[in-house]
């Protein structure tokens, strides 16, 4: 069956840098856009950045210039590199298959001020 796993998470101080992996199994992942999202409490889920099976990128307005998503097909995997964090990136992000209604788990994100 499809797993989406995700890593990486944890406690970082304003303006530090955290890299998330999520590694997928169950599926022909080079065929797959993938997404990231997040979740802060009390709000709605939200985008944050998505790749391509070719590669093609987009990304909120809110991160665009501080994370990087990347895929690495030989390794089913999909990574979200964060950088110059905020406290407002305090979330727990979730990786999905674009245009499916497969999530991971989540993996929380903190960052202290």
């Known amino acids: 069956q499809v797993q989406l796993v995700e890593s990486g998470g944890g406690l970082v101080q304003t303006g530090g840098s955290l890299r998330l992996s999520c590694a997928a199994s169950g599926i022909t992942f080079s065929f797959y856009a993938m997404g990231w999202y997040r979740q802060a409490p009390g709000k709605q889920r939200e985008f944050v950045a998505a790749i391509t099976s070719g590669g093609s990128t987009n990304y909120a307005d809110s991160v665009k210039g501080r994370f990087t998503i990347s895929r690495d097909n030989t390794k089913n995997t999909v990574y979200l590199q964060m950088n110059s964090l905020k406290p407002e990136d305090t979330a727990v992000y979730y990786c999905?298959?674009?245009?499916?209604?497969?999530w991971g788990q989540g993996t929380q994100v903190t960052v202290s001020s």
């Open positions: 999905k298959i674009q245009l499916t209604s497969y």
